[in-house]
């Protein structure tokens, strides 16, 4: 099961979505970091929520030259999908959900610039979002894509509704847990993710169930636990 660390490796000094919390991640050596990216001003911007912390209006009401003097816990302005890849390079797979619409070029064309110039395949790079009308998007404009189609309910027909995208992966919530979801996943030939899973307990089931990939907030933890049982 891969160890997917959920907006980076958090801690003191190592804010959720920041640069620094990516680098710790890398540093930890897990299999894929997730990452949440705005499309707002023609620009995208790594935070999660719709509203700044402690902040009246949303970031979508917010200019640019505010959203440019957003400061992170840590100092840090919210990072640019430029700044994520830079230092990502290739060297886990990396999760980029797209929490808004509108971003699908400008996405395609910094994905396509980054591996022109350094020379690396998207094969690492995975997008997912529970805006599925953008995924499609952004499979029209990078037709080999990995995609994650993201679900917070559990449909009748289980994952039939991500047929028409062919992700690589469909994201689901740990609320939504059964066999015959993570069976029918696998059956139409996608990987089974699970956000979020944090204790022994959540990774003994999704283990149990055949889950692929698990975003945690507990990365170490769960990196240690993984390790443990292959020994």
Known sequence: MLCIAHRGHTGPGRPENSLAAVKAALELGVEGIEIDLWYFHGRFWMTHDRHWQGAQQSLQALSRGDLEA???????????????????????????ELKNAGGADLLSKTLTAFGRNNGVKLEHIIISSFNHHELAECRRHLPHIKLGVLLASLPLSYAACAEPLQPYSVNTSINLLSRELTQDIHRRGYQHWVYTANTEEDWRQLEA???????????A??????NAKSL
């Open 221 to 226: 933890q769960l990196r240690k636990y993984l």
């Open 70 to 96: 957003i400061r992170q816990s840590n100092g840090e302005p919210l990072a640019d999908l430029d700044e994520l890849l830079s230092l990502v390079q290739d060297k886990c797979l990396l999760n980029i």
């Open 209 to 219: 169930l055949g889950v692929d990939g698990c975003f945690t907030d507990k990365a």
